[in-house]
């Protein structure tokens, strides 16, 4: 079976598409792989009452264990090889920037410094800054960067009835429609500065963080999703975990912390925003 193309296929049918995704390789050869596995499966124990109590009274809730074990191990393998990174960044006005792999392997030493620059200099003036990689899923899926992509098909999971129904549910907001989203990656020397997510015209209601990060992360690590009152002081922080969804409703004062140089590659995440 030498050169036929490795295949998973997700049974669930999305949107009508069956899909279908590059998956393994032994050796120097190929092995079709017809896989009755579903990619993005909802844990059933969770407490849906006890979560949306807890979201109207703080506006914000931690879902632990949102998908099954064996699922989320999938995800977190397709965010660690699967995904090719590039950069997202802004070093006050000077940006947003979304740099594709392509562009940030291309970059030569002296404008990777230039922009580092510029990012620490905002930030050490109070101006908004971050600096993370990124994929931008819902981009490359409307512009076709790779059809029938793991991520391709993780944002159908994201869009489809199980999961909005979930989450409006929570919300109790049964007006929302749709969600984007991007994959990202928090590794040493990573932040994101506070900001609200006060963007009305993008009809953003609840901000999500689909958590797969090292299962062992330590708080030493930075990286927290932490909340802050009007003062400036942190009413909580909600440490980076593996199989984890964070739910916020927007604009809500928050923050994802320095990520130190000696903190593991380990923090990723799907995150977005669930629109009416």
Same mark, same amino acid.
């Given at each position: =079976?030498?050169? @036929?193309? !490795?295949? =998973?296929? &997700?049974?669930?049918?999305?949107?009508?598409?069956?899909?279908?995704?590059?998956?393994?390789?032994?050796?120097?050869? &190929?092995?079709?792989?017809? =896989?009755?596995?579903?990619?993005?499966?909802?844990?059933?124990?969770?407490?849906?009452?006890?979560?949306?109590?807890?979201?109207?009274?703080?506006?914000?809730?931690?879902?632990?264990?949102?998908? %099954? &074990? *064996?699922?989320?191990? /999938?995800?977190?393998?397709?965010?660690?090889? *699967?995904?090719?990174?590039?950069?997202?960044?802004?070093?006050?006005?000077?940006?947003?920037?979304? +740099?594709?792999?392509?562009?940030?392997?291309?970059?030569?030493?002296?404008?990777?410094? !230039?922009?580092? %620059?510029?990012?620490?200099?905002?930030?050490?003036?109070?101006?908004?800054?971050?600096?993370?990689?990124?994929?931008?899923? +819902?981009?490359?899926?409307?512009?076709?960067?790779?059809?029938?992509?793991?991520?391709?098909?993780?944002?159908?999971?994201?869009?489809?009835?199980?999961?909005?129904?979930?989450?409006? !549910?929570?919300?109790? =907001?049964?007006?929302?429609?749709?969600?984007?989203?991007?994959? %990202?990656?928090?590794?040493?020397?990573?932040?994101?500065?506070?900001?609200?997510? @006060?963007?009305? *015209? *993008?009809?953003?209601? /609840?901000?999500? /963080?689909?958590?797969?990060?090292?299962?062992?992360?330590?708080?030493?690590? $930075? $990286?927290?999703?932490?909340?802050?009152?009007?003062?400036?002081?942190?009413?909580?922080?909600?440490?980076?975990?593996?199989? &984890?969804?964070?739910? +916020?409703? /927007?604009?809500?004062?928050?923050?994802?912390?320095?990520?130190?140089?000696?903190?593991?590659?380990?923090?990723?995440?799907?995150?977005?925003?669930?629109?009416?």
């Amino acid at each position: =079976m030498s050169g @036929s193309k !490795a295949v =998973m296929v &997700c049974p669930s049918g999305i949107f009508g598409l069956p899909g279908k995704y590059p998956y393994g390789r032994v050796g120097s050869e &190929c092995y079709i792989i017809a =896989m009755i596995q579903a990619l993005f499966e909802i844990d059933p124990a969770i407490d849906v009452v006890a979560l949306a109590r807890k979201f109207a009274q703080d506006g914000r809730v931690q879902v632990r264990n949102i998908l %099954t &074990c *064996e699922t989320a191990q /999938v995800v977190r393998g397709i965010l660690q090889r *699967e995904t090719p990174w590039g950069i997202a960044c802004q070093g006050g006005q000077d940006g947003p920037h979304m +740099l594709r792999q392509r562009d940030v392997a291309t970059m030569n030493l002296a404008a990777r410094r !230039a922009l580092g %620059t510029t990012i620490h200099q905002a930030a050490a003036r109070g101006e908004y800054a971050v600096q993370f990689s990124q994929y931008p899923i +819902l981009t490359a899926y409307l512009e076709k960067w790779a059809p029938d992509s793991p991520q391709d098909l993780l944002l159908e999971y994201i869009n489809a009835e199980p999961f909005l129904a979930l989450v409006r !549910a929570i919300t109790t =907001m049964p007006g929302l429609l749709k969600a984007d989203a991007q994959a %990202t990656l928090f590794g040493p020397g990573d932040f994101l500065s506070v900001h609200s997510d @006060s963007h009305k *015209e *993008e009809r953003w209601r /609840v901000a999500y /963080v689909l958590n797969f990060a090292d299962p062992q992360w330590r708080p030493d690590w $930075g $990286g927290y999703l932490n909340f802050l009152d009007e003062d400036g002081d942190i009413v909580e922080g909600w440490r980076p975990r593996f199989n &984890c969804l964070n739910l +916020l409703r /927007v604009p809500q004062l928050h923050q994802v912390s320095y990520v130190p140089p000696f903190a593991p590659i380990g923090r990723f995440a799907i995150t977005g925003w669930f629109r009416d």
